[in-house]
C-alpha cells in the first residue's frame, strides 16, 4: 500500500502545482462548470424538498357522490346497498354517509363563513356518501364506476375528489424526467469543458511528458496528475454551485413563506442533507474525472 499511497500522493501534489501556477485559469472554468452544475443541482434541491408532500398525500381514488337536494333520507337509505355494490365490484371499498346537517357545520368550521351561511335560512347542502376505493384495484374503474354511480336515481353529481393528486404525481414525473434529461445534457457539457482544459494542460507540458517518457515513466504515472486536475475541477465546482443554490434559498423562502401563509402552512426549501449532498459532489467530481481520462486519453498518445 506505502508505494500506491506515495504514487497518488505525488500525483496530488502535482495537480495542486498546477493549479497554483494558473490560479485565474483554474477558477475561471470552476465558474464555468459551476454555472453548468447551479440548474440541476437547484432542481435535484426542490424535487428533495416536494418528495416528503407528494409522499403524504393518498393517491388512492376517492369519490363524493351527492344526492339531490329533495332526496329524503329513506331514499338515501335505499341507495346506500346499491352504491357499495358497485364500488365492491372495484375491489375494497370504504363508504361514508354524509348528512347535509354535517357537511354544512364541516363548511363553517373550515371556511369561517358561518355567518354568511347563515343568512341562507335553509340548508343549501345535500346528504352525500364519500367513497374511498383501494388504489391498487379500482384506480383504472374509476370512470366506470362514476358512470354507473351517476346513473343511479337520486344522484346530482359524482366528483372524483383525489383527480387532482394523480395530476400532481404525474406532474412531479415529468418533472423529473425533465430534470434529468437536463441533468445529462448539463454533464454533457461539463465533460466537454474539462475535457479541453485537460486538452490545453497537456499542451503546454509536452515536452516535460515527453522527456518524463524517455526516462522511462509509465503511462500511469503520467495520466494521474491530470486525472486529479480533472476531479478537483469538478469538485471545485459543485461546491460553488451548491453554495450558489444555498445562498439562493434564502430570498427564495421569504417569497414562499408569504405565499404559504396564506393556505396556513410553514412550507420552506431546506437545502440538500449531508449524503445528498456527498453525492451530488462525488457526481461532479466524477463528471471532471471522465472528461480528464477522455482528454488524456486522446491527447497523450500523440506525445511520444
Known sequence: M???????????????????????????????????????????????????LSEQLSVDPELSV?????????????????????????????????????????????????????????????????????????????DAISAQLRALPGVDVVQVDSAWVKRLAAMLAILRLALLLLALTLGVVVIAVVFNTIRLQVLTQKEEIAVSKLLGATDNFIHRPFYYTGALLGLCAGAVALGAVLLALAPLNAAIADFARLYASEFQLAPLGALETAGVLAISAGLGLIGAMLSVQRHLARVR
Open 2 to 52: 506505502s508505494p500506491w499511497i506515495r504514487q497518488h500522493s505525488f500525483a496530488l501534489g502535482s495537480a495542486l502545482s498546477t493549479v497554483r501556477k494558473a490560479p485565474g485559469s483554474f477558477l475561471f472554468n470552476v465558474l464555468v462548470v459551476a454555472f453548468a452544475l447551479m440548474l440541476p443541482f437547484a432542481g435535484i434541491t426542490l424535487l428533495d424538498n416536494v418528495r416528503p
Open 66 to 142: 351527492f344526492l339531490e337536494l329533495d332526496a329524503t333520507r329513506e331514499q338515501a337509505a335505499a341507495l346506500q346497498p346499491r352504491i357499495r355494490a358497485i364500488a365492491a365490484a372495484g375491489g375494497k371499498a370504504e363508504l361514508e354517509f354524509v348528512p347535509r346537517e354535517r357537511a354544512l357545520a364541516a363548511m363553517k368550521d373550515r371556511s369561517g363563513l358561518g355567518d354568511v351561511l347563515d343568512t341562507l335560512g335553509d340548508n343549501p347542502l345535500p346528504d352525500s356518501f364519500r367513497m374511498r376505493l383501494d388504489g391498487s384495484s379500482a384506480a383504472s374503474q374509476v
